[in-house]
C-alpha cells in the first residue's frame, strides 16, 4: 500500500500540474460547445448523447471501484459515494433528458471529457476505497465539522447549479436559436451561475472529504469552468453590452470576477 499511496501521490501532482495547463490554455482556446460551438473539436453527435457518454462514465467507474473495494460496507465511505454519485445521476442521466432543442456536441469535447471523468474517478474512487489510511474515516467523522460544514456547501453549490440549468433551460421556446441573457437567481450576480454553483459544490465535497484528491477535483473544476465563464461573458458582451453593463454582473464569482 504505501508504494501504491506514492504513486498515487505523484497521480495527484501530475494532475494539479495539468490543471494549470488547462486553465491558461483554455483563455487562449474556446471549448466549443454549448453558445461557444464552432466548427473545430471534430464531427458532432447530439447534445444528449454527447452528455450521456462524456458524464455516464465516472458514474459507472466509481461503481466498480466501489464493489471491488474491501471498504464497500464503510458507513463514511458509503456517504462519500452516494454525494459524489448524485451529482453524476443528475448530470449524467437526468439533465441530458431535460435538454430542448437539437443542438450538438464536437466528438473531439465528449472524449477529452471521458478521459477526465475517468481519471476523476481514479482520483476520489482511489481515495475513498484504496488510499486513505485505514481508520481515518471513522463514524464518527460524519459529526465532524469539516464534513457538516462541507455537506452544506455541497448542497448550497448543487442547488445553485441545478437551479441555474433550469432557467437556462427555460430561456428558449420550441424551435427558437436565439441567445437570451439568463435572469433570476444567482444571474443577478454572474453570468454563469451554473458553473459557479458547480465551483462551490466541489470545494464542498474535498472540505467534507477533507482530502488532496477533492482539492485537487476542486482545482479542476475551477480551471475548466472559469476561463469557459470568460468566454461566455465576452460573448454575452457582444449580444447584450448595454445590459449587461447596466446590471454590473460578474462572470462567476459574484462581486469579484
Not at 32 to 38: A, P, S
Not at 86 to 97: C, D, E, I, Q
Not at 103 to 114: D, N
Not at 236 to 257: A, D, S, V
Amino acid at each position: 500500500m504505501t508504494d501504491l499511496s506514492h504513486y498515487y501521490d505523484l497521480f495527484l501532482a501530475g494532475m494539479t500540474a495539468l490543471a494549470v495547463v488547462v486553465f491558461i490554455a483554455l483563455f487562449f482556446v474556446r471549448a466549443g460547445y454549448g453558445m461557444l460551438r464552432d466548427g473545430k473539436w471534430g464531427p458532432k453527435i447530439d447534445n444528449r448523447l454527447g452528455w450521456i457518454a462524456m458524464e455516464a462514465p465516472v458514474f459507472i467507474a466509481m461503481c466498480i471501484l466501489c464493489l471491488c473495494s474491501p471498504r464497500r460496507g464503510d458507513a463514511v465511505c458509503l456517504v462519500f459515494f452516494g454525494l459524489f454519485q448524485l451529482h453524476y445521476l443528475n448530470r449524467a442521466f437526468v439533465y441530458p433528458l431535460l435538454l430542448k432543442g437539437r443542438s450538438t456536441m464536437p466528438l473531439g469535447i465528449v472524449l477529452m471529457g471521458v478521459t477526465f471523468n475517468v481519471l476523476n474517478a481514479l482520483m476520489q474512487g482511489g481515495w475513498i476505497f484504496y488510499i486513505a489510511p485505514e481508520g481515518y474515516y471513522t463514524p464518527q467523522w460524519l459529526l465532524s465539522p469539516q464534513f457538516i460544514v462541507g455537506t452544506l456547501i455541497f448542497f448550497a453549490g448543487m442547488a445553485v447549479n441545478i437551479h441555474s440549468d433550469r432557467i437556462i433551460r427555460r430561456l428558449r421556446k420550441p424551435g427558437d436559436r436565439n441567445h437570451y441573457l439568463p435572469q433570476g437567481g444567482m444571474f443577478r450576480y454572474v453570468t454563469s451561475a451554473n458553473y459557479f454553483g458547480e465551483i462551490v459544490e466541489w470545494i464542498g465535497f474535498a472540505v467534507l472529504t477533507w482530502s488532496a484528491a477533492g482539492a485537487v477535483f476542486a482545482i479542476w473544476t475551477f480551471a475548466n469552468l472559469v476561463p469557459r465563464a470568460d468566454a461566455i461573458y465576452k460573448r454575452y458582451n457582444e449580444l447584450f453590452g448595454e445590459q449587461l453593463r447596466t446590471q454590473r454582473r460578474k462572470r462567476i464569482i459574484p462581486y469579484i470576477y
